[in-house]
Every structure is written in C-alpha cells, then in structure tokens.
Nanobody, 120 residues
Framework: QLEESGGGLVQAGGSLRLSCTTS????????MGWSRQAPGKEREFVGV????????YYADFVEGRFTISRDNNKKTMYLEMSSLKPEDTAVYSC???????????????WGQGTQVTVSS
C-alpha cells in the first residue's frame, strides 16, 4: 500500500525529494518513517515523523541534511535530502508504524523502495 517515488541519479552535493504515498485510509494514524539499504549492507533507519508532523527523529548520519515531512490530507510523506554524498547511495523505502519508534523494529508495512544514486 506504500509507494515511493522521486529517486534518481544526482551529483554529490545535490538534492532530491522523495515521496511516499498510500491509498490506505488510516495514513494519519501511523508514524511514518524512511529506511535505506545500500548494496551488500543491512537496511538502516533514516528517520521518522509523528502523526501530526510536528516531531521528527533522525539517524546520526543524517547530520541535518535530511528533512521528513507529511501531508495527511494528501496521504503523503516526504524526504527532502540535500548535501548528498556518494555514501547516501541506496534504495530508500518508506514504512509505517503504529507506535512511536526510533528504530526499524516497529515498522509494520513497507514500500518497494526507490533507488537513489549519488555520483562523486
């Protein structure tokens, strides 16, 4: 039910905005988050946003470069990424959680992911 879009190829230092949409009726009842998985590496937590969108939490590696937001009327969550680095190259997936979380553990539904490639 979750679908990501907006991935692509960008040069180091550039920006991208990813979107995550759902056709589900209960989007506003879920914490929403992003994860990423680089080739040969485990999936890692990127960040999460609360139901109303006024609280976010990010992994340390984000270092202020990424911003998560949501529009409950559009049932869409966004990941704005700037100052991208080659090490940010990964498949980025969105997910939903019924509870507040700062890890991947509580996410219950996942999208297929969108590829982000950052060239040096």
């Amino acid at each position: 039910q979750l679908e990501e879009s907006g991935g692509g190829l960008v040069q180091a230092g550039g920006s991208l905005r990813l979107s995550c949409t759902t056709s589900g009726q209960s989007f506003h009842n879920y914490f929403m988050g992003w994860s990423r998985q680089a080739p040969g590496k485990e999936r890692e937590f990127v960040g999460v946003i609360n139901l109303s969108g006024d609280w976010t939490y990010y992994a340390d590696f984000v270092e202020g470069r990424f911003t998560i937001s949501r529009d409950n009327n559009k049932k869409t969550m966004y990941l704005e990424m700037s100052s991208l680095k080659p090490e940010d190259t990964a498949v980025y997936s969105c997910a939903s959680s019924p509870v507040a979380t700062r890890t991947l553990a509580n996410f219950v539904s996942w999208g297929q992911g969108t590829q982000v490639t950052v060239s040096s």
